[in-house]
């Protein structure tokens, strides 16, 4: 296990398609966290699991964006309806339950044309 | 509302020499302290941390120091490599682990041979 995984590196869309993106976490994490970076900021949050269950949302997060891990293992992180707002790095990071250093994928950069 | 700042956007350093990185943060209920190291197209890659029962933490080259009652911790880096060049990001978090990490903006290093 080499660490944390996302896929895509990169993804090109159009308005108001829809874009799922993955994470392959280090396997012994139960924590899994989705963040979302864009220029000039840091990693901003925007939700997280513990094993299958999502314990936290922010408000970042709108009605249009949903993530789910199921089994506790990967979890897909779904935009519907992209707007350009949403063009970004999207990160997706884990950490095991007793400590609190999270180890980051490489990010997928979505662009929304 | 910004809870972990740092004001620095860039640093400029020559090489041998130390680099100082500072953050600060507003937030009491932090008791946990990160540094990031983030190489462009890649993800946040986790450097040294502290706690909040210490003002000092070592590793190598790189020291962490936590002033608790200014709300303020820096890095330093000694001495300082080119290959050091990078956006460092400060973050934050309660050591219960159950609050995910706040990142502050970054700042970029730029080591001069």
């Known amino acids: 296990d080499t660490g944390v995984s996302q896929n895509p590196r990169h993804k090109i869309t159009k308005r108001g398609q829809n874009v799922t993106f993955r994470c392959d976490p280090i396997s012994e994490h139960n924590r899994l966290y989705w963040y979302r970076q864009t220029l000039g900021q840091g990693p901003e949050f925007l939700t997280y699991?513990?094993?299958?269950?999502?314990?936290?949302k922010s408000r970042l997060l709108s009605d249009r964006f949903s993530a789910e891990r199921p089994k506790g293992s990967f979890s897909t992180l779904e935009i519907q309806r992209t707007e350009q707002g949403d063009s970004a790095m999207y990160l997706c990071?884990?950490?095991?339950?007793?400590?609190?250093?999270?180890?980051f994928g490489q990010g997928t950069r979505l662009t929304v044309v | 509302d910004q809870q972990v700042k740092q004001n620095s956007p860039s640093l400029s350093v020559q090489e041998g020499r130390i680099s100082i990185l500072n953050c600060d943060y507003t937030?009491?209920?932090?008791?946990?302290f990160l540094w990031y190291k983030k190489y462009p197209a890649e993800g946040p890659t986790f450097l040294i941390s502290?706690?909040?029962?210490?003002d000092k933490n070592e590793d190598g080259r790189f020291t962490v120091f936590l002033n608790k009652s200014a709300k303020h911790l820096s890095l330093h880096i000694v001495p300082s490599q080119p290959g050091d060049s990078a956006v460092y990001f400060c973050a934050a978090t309660s050591n219960s682990g159950n609050t995910p990490l706040v990142f502050g903006k970054g700042t970029r290093l730029s080591v001069i041979a």
């Open positions: 937030n009491s209920m932090f008791d946990y």
């Open positions: 502290i706690s909040s029962i210490k």
């Open positions: 699991f513990q094993n299958e269950a999502q314990l936290e």
């Open positions: 990071a884990s950490s095991p339950e007793w400590n609190t250093e999270a180890f």
